[in-house]
């Protein structure tokens, strides 16, 4: 495996394993950001541009499902 196709595990493990879980233990749509970004810097190495931006839709799209009685 070349190292962008482990660079690429990484991100994809962590948006799609790592923040759904962040989101579900979060009180607030800013503890989940803050929470993110200190783990994608602390386990990936890099800047968290647009970070954000990904965790505010997981986190309205999560959280839909129950302001809208699960449809």
Request: proline share 3%.
């Amino acid at each position: 495996m070349g190292m962008y196709n482990y660079t690429s595990d990484i991100e994809t493990k962590f948006i799609e394993v790592q923040v759904p879980e962040i989101i579900k233990n979060s009180e607030t749509l800013e503890e989940a950001i803050k929470k993110s970004d200190e783990l994608c810097i602390l386990t990936q190495d890099r800047p968290t541009y647009g970070l954000d931006e990904v965790v505010t839709e997981m986190w309205n799209e999560h959280w839909s499902k129950y302001n809208m009685g699960g449809c």
